[in-house]
């Protein structure tokens, strides 16, 4: 790696904390005629349903915990809001990012959808957290799967 500018590549996707994925899909295609092409999935494992749609190059996913004591639904009471709940940045090289983010004191976060802290599969690639936010918004990084990889992983399931 040539230096901090080579650790992101760009915006994998944008998750959204919501009280009903349903209604909130819904204003974002009437509103602004986005997420037309939405595809609603269940993810059990991770108890959440989400719609998942392009807004431009920018993956969207509008996530709704399916319990009442769920990530997302405790991100809204926390903050009494329903909004922006993390970005995803895609990485060429996961292990030198969180290399490089620990050198300047990030530690990492739990994912609770896995239980598992640090760099770990997830159905598009290697997904670690942070635990530290920036202007309250959590961080995800992701080396995202070539294709023989995705071969390899298709078996896991959850978001």
Known sequence: MGGKEDILSYIKHMAFAVKSVDDTLKRYQTLLG???DARVVTAE??????????V???????NESLDADG?????IAERGTEGLHHICYAVPDIDAAL????AEGATLKLCSACNVFGSHPHPEGYVAFLEQ???????????VYTPEELEQYKSIRGI
């Not at 431009?56 to 509008?62: H, M, P, S, V």
């Not at 290399?99 to 620990?102: D, G, K, R, V, Y």
């Not at 936010?133 to 080396?143: A, N, P, V």
């Open 71 to 75: 990530r997302f639904s405790q991100w």
């Open 34 to 36: 986005v997420g037309l």
């Open 45 to 54: 494992v991770a108890r959440i349903k989400v719609a998942i749609f392009n």
């Open 99 to 102: 290399e490089s983010a620990q």
């Open 133 to 143: 936010e920036t202007g309250g918004i959590e961080l995800e990084l992701m080396q």
């Open 56 to 62: 431009g190059e920018i993956e969207y996913q509008l």
